[in-house]
């Protein structure tokens, strides 16, 4: 097995490169039990009017809590409303502890989302991340013969029960799968990445690498590119600062400081419950009628309200007088 790369950040650091940033969106509820599905759509033309790709049926949009008709929905809803427009899509597969890789599921939710004319990205599940790097590569192999695009995605145990960070070998693997054209890598750690980012330099430039480390959303200063669930908060903001970026514009620095403080607060333990305080944000912009979460799902307090205020000011944001009359989710 190879040594890992020598890192060196600071040469790594690309001014005035155009980031490609995507948003898993979030599934707003009008009620304890019902999507609201107006409020949906409107924050799906909304990031995509921003400049960002959507990522649908993702962690973001309760996925693990779905089921397959609910998905089916979201793609049809989806491949209607953009009409053609590049979208990113999860290929989920539930599973439990030893059980065994249930490659055709994957292979027909793949097949699904690619009709729908979206990017899949593969989620991990137990029976597709146990065993060797062999084993584990040789299941996307099978994976991949049956589509021509896809997405790799390596998730930290923080968020699901089923993710797993792949050793390097395992990452050179995917990279070597001509039809794998990226991957997101939620570690929530910056080694992983900055080795990933130096053999993907090295090994297949072209293959996309997607930050999900809601903790260090700067990882696009260095050469990665994003796929977050923070970025549902403020697609407008995100689209903003990755614009900065590129016109090596030093508002780019105070205005991710102000981003990475919310990411920081949303993403606190249990990390799973940013999807409540997405939800809180949302509605505190006038962009969703409750904060409730999708059943199932973790949620934050009350409390956490006049913290959102404050960070949403400070980031210029208006807030309108209604978003405080509308039911809230959460404990007092």
């Known amino acids: 097995m190879s040594s890992p790369p020598k890192i060196d950040p600071l040469s790594m650091l690309q001014p005035g490169r155009t980031i490609r940033g995507a948003s898993a969106i979030l599934l707003p509820m009008s009620d304890q039990t019902t999507i609201d599905w107006e409020a949906w759509e409107a924050h799906l033309i909304r990031t995509v009017e921003a400049g960002l790709t959507p990522a649908v049926n993702m962690d973001t949009g309760y996925i693990n809590l ?13 491949q209607s409303i953009l009409g053609g427009k590049l979208f990113i899509a999860g290929a989920f597969v539930r599973d439990e502890p030893g059980a065994a890789f249930h490659g055709a599921h994957y292979a027909s939710r793949m097949e699904a989302i690619a009709r729908a004319g979206g990017l899949p990205i593969v989620f991990q599940s137990f029976g597709l991340t146990t065993g060797s790097s062999d084993e584990i590569l040789s299941r996307y192999e099978q994976l991949a013969r049956g589509c021509d695009r896809f997405l790799g995605f390596e998730l930290t145990t923080d968020l699901a029960r089923f993710g797993k ?3 390097l070998e395992t990452f050179r693997g995917l990279l070597k799968i001509r039809q794998c054209v990226g991957a997101k890598h939620s570690s929530f750690h910056r080694l992983p990445e900055f080795e990933r980012l130096v053999i993907r330099n090295r090994e297949r430039p072209d293959f996309i690498l997607y930050t999900g480390n809601d903790l260090a959303i700067d990882m696009v200063m260095y ?10 908060f403020a697609p407008d903001l995100f689209a903003l600062r990755d614009r900065y970026w590129a016109g090596n514009d030093a508002r780019f620095f105070e205005l991710n400081d102000q981003l990475q403080y919310l990411g920081a607060f949303a993403f606190r333990h249990p990390g799973a419950a940013y999807k409540h305080t997405a939800a809180q944000f949302l509605k505190l912009r006038g962009w969703a009628r409750t904060d409730f979460t999708y059943p199932g799902s973790p949620t934050r307090p009350a409390t956490d309200l006049p913290v959102l205020e404050e960070i949403a000011k400070s980031m210029g944001l208006e807030i309108p007088s209604t978003a405080h009359s509308a039911h809230a989710g959460g404990i007092a």
Request: hydrophobic content about 35%; aromatic content about 8%.
């Open 66 to 78: 779905l089921g397959v008709p609910l998905e089916d929905e979201i793609l049809q809803r989806t």
């Open 165 to 167: 960070v792949y050793d």
């Open 223 to 232: 050469g990665s590119d994003y796929l977050l669930g923070l970025s549902t």
